[in-house]
C-alpha cells in the first residue's frame, strides 16, 4: 500500500514507523526544513512531559527503552510561593514519574528511525492540495517546485494548524470545527545552571502557582530549565502591560524572585521569545472514506497543561496500529478509528483547560494538597477501588473520557469529605477512610 | 473614503447603499455573475420571511415601501395534521404580519438601488486574497483576470463561507472560530396554483409538524408555495433511506399526503433539488483594526428556523449605520460594533436552533397551543409587562440577546402557569390571569 504522511512533526514520524513495520510504502512531506541539519527551532514548546501513554506508543515499535535515556524524570511538582519557599506534591506512587524531554530531540530520533524503517521524508515541503476522492497530494518545495503524489491513503499528521484538515473543511459538506483560543499565552524563559550543576531540584516539574497566571519549568539533560509563563495577553498583569524589559523585570522581582535570580538570560529573552497563543481545536469527522485520516493535534490539538498532547497524539498511533492489525478494510478501520478516539479527544480537551486552573491557582491551596493526601492514602489501601485522577491521565491506559467521568465522580465524593467538620485535624482518622469507603459503595450502585 | 464590500448579497447590497449616501466611494466585488443578466439561482433559499428588523434597515435608506411591493405578508401559522386538519396560529397582534419575499426579487431590486446611489458592482469575482494592514484586496473573474484593489477599508459580506473571514483565520492570531452542522438538511419542492390561484390559504406559513422533521410552505406572488423538507440526512427517516423518487413518493403519501397532491412535480423536484445542508456559524473577532469588519452571515451565520437570518443581516447595517454617524474613527467604530452586535448574533444563533424544536414538534402539542393562548390574552391586557418571545424577536427591536433572555423568564413563569391544575379548563379565568400577574411581580425582584 502507497501511503502518504503529510507532517513529519512527533506523531507523523512515529506514525510512519507504525505504517512502514505494517509493509506501507510510507512517504512522509514535511513542511518545515530538516531540523537535523539545520538550527531551527522544533517548533512550539521547547521540552514535553511523557508519560506512560506515550511511552506505550514508543514501545509499540521498539523504542521506548531508546527514548528513555533522553528523558529526565520529574517524580512530583515542586511549588514555589512568593517568598521562594517550596513544597513537594508527588505525582503518583513511589517509582511513578513522568518524563522531561527535549521536542526536537524527540522528533530527530523518531525521524531517523523512520528512515531507518524504510520511509522517506522530504522536507520543507508545504501540502498545497489534496484531492479527497484518490489520495492525491501536492506539495510546493521551498524553490517553488510541485510534487504531485498519488497515494492509496493519506495520514493527515501536520498539526494544530492542518493543511489537510482544510481539505475536509473547503472539500466536503457537514464538516464541523471549531478553534478556541485562551486569553493567555506562553513566552518562554531559561533557568541556566549554577556552577555547572542544577539551580534546582531536577527531579520534579516546578510551578510559581499565582493565580490568574503561572510560570514552570521542566528540566533538561544540559542542566538548563526551561520556563514557561502562562500570561494573560491583556489585562491589569499581561504581556500587554509589561510590555517593556523594565516592567517585565520588575513584575518578576515582586512575584518570581526566586525565579528570576536565576534567569541572567532574562532581558534578551523576554523581548526576543514571542508570546504565543494556546488553541483548542475540534473537528468531525476526522476521515474521509479510505482517503485520509487525521491523527495528532490535526485532528484534535489541545492546551499544554495535563501534558498530553503528544502523549494523546502517540496513543492514536497505538489505537490505528491495532485497528489496522484486525481488519483490511481501510474505510471501515478510519471510522472505527473515529468511533474510538473522538470521545477522548473531546475528554482531554476538557481535561488539559481543567487543569490549567488546577496548576495556577489550587496546587498553592492547602486545602487541595490536602485533598490530595486523603485520596493518595486512600488508594494506596484500596488501589482497585481508587485511582486519583491525575494517575488515571497520566499513568494508565484507561480511555480520557472514562478518566474525566471517574474523575468527576471522584469529586463528588471529595466533595463530601473535605466538608466534615475538623477535616484537617481527622484526616488521618480511621473514622475518614471509613466514611469514604462508605460514599464509595454508596455512589456505586 | 474609498470602500470596498466583498459580496453582494442581501446583507453586501444594502450596507453599500448605506455606505454610499454616507459618501463612501463604494465597490462592491460579487462572487457570482449578475442575477439580473441571467437565470441562475440566488443561491440558498428561495423565499425568505421579512419582519420588521428586516424592514427598519430598509426603512434607512428609504426602500421599505418599495419592497412591502413585491412581499406577500403571512399573518400566522397554519399547521396540517396527517389527516389534513388544519390550525391557524396568529403570529403577533391583529395587523401584525411577516412577509414571504423572493430572495432573487430582493436582492435584484437593492443591487439596482445600490447602483442608483452610486455603487460600482463587479460580478463573477472570487476574492482571492486580502491584505489586512493594507486594505487591498485582489480579486479574479470567470476568465482567471486578476483585479488589485487598494481601499481605504474592507466591508465582508460574503455569507457563511466568507473569504473575507478566512483573511482572519490564516493571517491573524487568536481567531476564535466555529461553523457547527445539523444533523437536518434542507430540500426545497413547489405546491404549484390550482385552477390558476394559490392551492391553500395564501396568508400564512404552513407547517407540517412531525416531531423529528418537517415540511413548511410560504407563498410567493406568482402563486405558488416554495416548500422547504426538513429532514434528517442519515437515520431512520431520512434522505439516506428515500433514496428513490418511489421511496420518497411512498413516505411523503404517508406523511404529508395533503402536500404531496399538490406538488405536481414532485418527482422531478426530488430528483433535482439538493439535499442542502444547515450551519451555524460563529467567530470572533469580526474586525481587523480600521480595515476589515464582517457583517451578516460572515460574521454569524445561523439556521433558518426563526427566518432572522437577513433580518439580523440587515439591522446590522441599521447598527452600524448609526455608529458611522457618531464617529469617523473607523477602527472605533468597529470595536463598538462587535460589542454591540456579538453577544445579540449569539442570541439569535442559539433562538434559531431552539425555534426548530417548536416549529417541527411543540406547534402540533394542544398544550404549547394553549399556552401561547394563555400569554397572548396576557399580553393583550398588560402589553407593557409581557411581549411573547415570537413578538419580541420579530415585531420588535429589542436586542435578540435581551429577547433571549426575557424568553428564559417568560418560560420559568409559564411553566408554573401550565403546571396548575385542570388548567384546560380554567385557562380563560380570571384567577389564572391574577396567578400569572402575581408570578410576574414576585420573578421581576
Known amino acids: 500500500m502507497k501511503t502518504t504522511v503529510a507532517g513529519a512533526g512527533l506523531v507523523g514520524s512515529l506514525l510512519s514507523i507504525y505504517l512502514a513495520k505494517r509493509g506501507h510504502d510510507v512517504t512522509v512531506y514535511e513542511r518545515r526544513p530538516d531540523m537535523r541539519d539545520t538550527s531551527i527551532p522544533a517548533g512550539r514548546s521547547i521540552n514535553l512531559a511523557m508519560s506512560d501513554r506515550?511511552?506505550?506508543?514508543?514501545?509499540?515499535?521498539?523504542?521506548?527503552?531508546?527514548?528513555?535515556?533522553?528523558?529526565?524524570?520529574?517524580?512530583?511538582?515542586i511549588?514555589?510561593?512568593?517568598?521562594?519557599?517550596?513544597?513537594?506534591?508527588?505525582y503518583g506512587k513511589d517509582g511513578q514519574f513522568i518524563n522531561s524531554v527535549s521536542r526536537g530531540?524527540?522528533?530527530?530520533?523518531?525521524?531517523?528511525?523512520?528512515?531507518?524503517?524504510?520511509?522517506?521524508?522530504?522536507?520543507?515541503?508545504?501540502?498545497?492540495?489534496?484531492?479527497?476522492?484518490?489520495?492525491?497530494?501536492?506539495?510546493?518545495?521551498?524553490?517553488?517546485?510541485?510534487?504531485?503524489?498519488?497515494?492509496?491513503?493519506?495520514?493527515?499528521?501536520?498539526?494544530?494548524?492542518?493543511?489537510?484538515?482544510?481539505?475536509?473543511?473547503?472539500?466536503?459538506?457537514?464538516f464541523d470545527y471549531s478553534q478556541t483560543y485562551l486569553e493567555h499565552g506562553y513566552k518562554e524563559l531559561t533557568i541556566l545552571p549554577v556552577n555547572g550543576e542544577f539551580a534546582m531540584d531536577?527531579?520534579?516539574?516546578?510551578?510559581?502557582?499565582?493565580?490568574?497566571?503561572?510560570?514552570?519549568?521542566?528540566?533538561?539533560?544540559?542542566?538548563?530549565?526551561?520556563?514557561?509563563?502562562?500570561?494573560?495577553?491583556?489585562?491589569?498583569?499581561s504581556f500587554a502591560t509589561y510590555?517593556?524589559?523594565?516592567?517585565?523585570?520588575?513584575f518578576f522581582e515582586r512575584v518570581f524572585p526566586d525565579a528570576l535570580a536565576l534567569m541572567p538570560e532574562f532581558d534578551q529573552e523576554w523581548v526576543n521569545n514571542p508570546a504565543a497563543s494556546l488553541c483548542t481545536v475540534r473537528c468531525l469527522p476526522w476521515k474521509y472514506k479510505d482517503k485520509l485520516l487525521l491523527l495528532g493535534d490535526a485532528a484534535h490539538?489541545?492546551?499544554?497543561?495535563?501534558?498530553?498532547?503528544?502523549?494523546?497524539?502517540?496513543?492514536?498511533?497505538?489505537?490505528?496500529?491495532?485497528?489496522?492489525?484486525?481488519?483490511?478494510?481501510?474505510?471501515?478501520?478510519f471510522a472505527e478509528f473515529e468511533t474510538l478516539r473522538k470521545p477522548n479527544a473531546n475528554a482531554v480537551a476538557e481535561l488539559a483547560l481543567m487543569n490549567f486552573v488546577e496548576m495556577r491557582d489550587k496546587v498553592a491551596d492547602p486545602m487541595f494538597i490536602l485533598r490530595k493526601k486523603i485520596e493518595a492514602k486512600f488508594s494506596q489501601k484500596h488501589p482497585t477501588m481508587w485511582?486519583?485522577?491525575?494517575?488515571?491521565?497520566t499513568f494508565s491506559d484507561i480511555p480520557y473520557a472514562d478518566a474525566l467521568s471517574l474523575g468527576q465522580w471522584q469529586n463528588n465524593i471529595m466533595e463530601k469529605v473535605m466538608a466534615l467538620p475538623?477535616?484537617?485535624?481527622?484526616?488521618?482518622?480511621?473514622e475518614i477512610e471509613e466514611y469514604m469507603h462508605s460514599l464509595v459503595k454508596e455512589f456505586s450502585l
Open 301 to 333: 490539538a489541545i492546551v499544554p497543561f495535563y501534558g498530553q498532547g503528544m502523549n494523546c497524539g502517540f496513543e492514536d498511533c497505538t489505537v490505528l496500529d491495532q485497528l489496522l492489525g484486525e481488519s483490511d478494510n481501510l474505510a471501515q478501520v
Open 243 to 250: 510590555n517593556t524589559v523594565a516592567k517585565a523585570r520588575a
Open 79 to 90: 511549588i514555589h510561593d512568593v517568598k521562594g519557599n517550596t513544597n513537594f506534591q508527588q
Open 387 to 393: 485511582l486519583p485522577l491525575y494517575s488515571m491521565v
Open 105 to 174: 530531540d524527540l522528533n530527530k530520533l523518531l525521524m531517523t528511525e523512520a528512515e531507518k524503517a524504510g520511509v522517506k521524508i522530504h522536507f520543507s515541503s508545504r501540502l498545497a492540495s489534496l484531492d479527497l476522492n484518490t489520495a492525491t497530494t501536492k506539495f510546493i518545495d521551498a524553490a517553488g517546485n510541485e510534487t504531485v503524489d498519488k497515494a492509496d491513503t493519506v495520514f493527515g499528521t501536520d498539526g494544530a494548524f492542518s493543511a489537510a484538515r482544510m481539505a475536509l473543511m473547503t472539500g466536503t459538506d457537514r
Open 422 to 430: 475538623n477535616i484537617t485535624e481527622r484526616w488521618d482518622n480511621l
Open 202 to 237: 531536577h527531579n520534579a516539574l516546578h510551578i510559581w502557582p499565582r493565580g490568574g497566571y503561572m510560570l514552570i519549568a521542566l528540566p533538561n539533560l544540559d542542566k538548563t530549565f526551561t520556563c514557561t509563563l502562562f500570561f494573560p495577553f491583556e489585562g491589569e498583569d
Open 54 to 77: 506515550g511511552l506505550r506508543g514508543l514501545e509499540g515499535v521498539g523504542l521506548a527503552d531508546e527514548i528513555r535515556k533522553i528523558c529526565k524524570p520529574m517524580h512530583g511538582r
